[in-house]
């Protein structure tokens, strides 16, 4: 009997282990894509986002979009970004 404890104490501890594996390299992955949004979101911060602006609401046939929906969206976009190219970068996590 005790070493059917201890076979079960080692599950628990690799599962353990694994565990916290996934959780550091989940949180290794979600610090890598806010670094790269960063680095994104810094390209569209320049005198000509009014460009992007208009477009916009050229599309959305919308001329409420204001400088809040669009930093939103901007964030949005680059996030996205972000999360599609860390998956080949974390194919693993």
Sequence with gaps: MHQLHRLVENAYEADF???L????????????IDKRASELIK???????W??????KLK????????????QFVL???YSQAR???KAQFSNV
């Design 84 to 86: 599609e190219e860390s």
């Design 43 to 49: 390209n569209f911060s320049n005198e000509n986002d």
């Design 76 to 78: 949005d976009i680059c």
């Design 21 to 32: 594996d996934r959780i550091e390299k989940q949180d290794a992955r979600d610090e890598w």
């Design 17 to 19: 282990c694994k565990m």
């Design 60 to 71: 959305l046939d919308n001329h409420a979009v204001d400088a809040e929906i669009y930093d």
């Design 51 to 56: 460009q992007l602006l208009e477009l916009i």
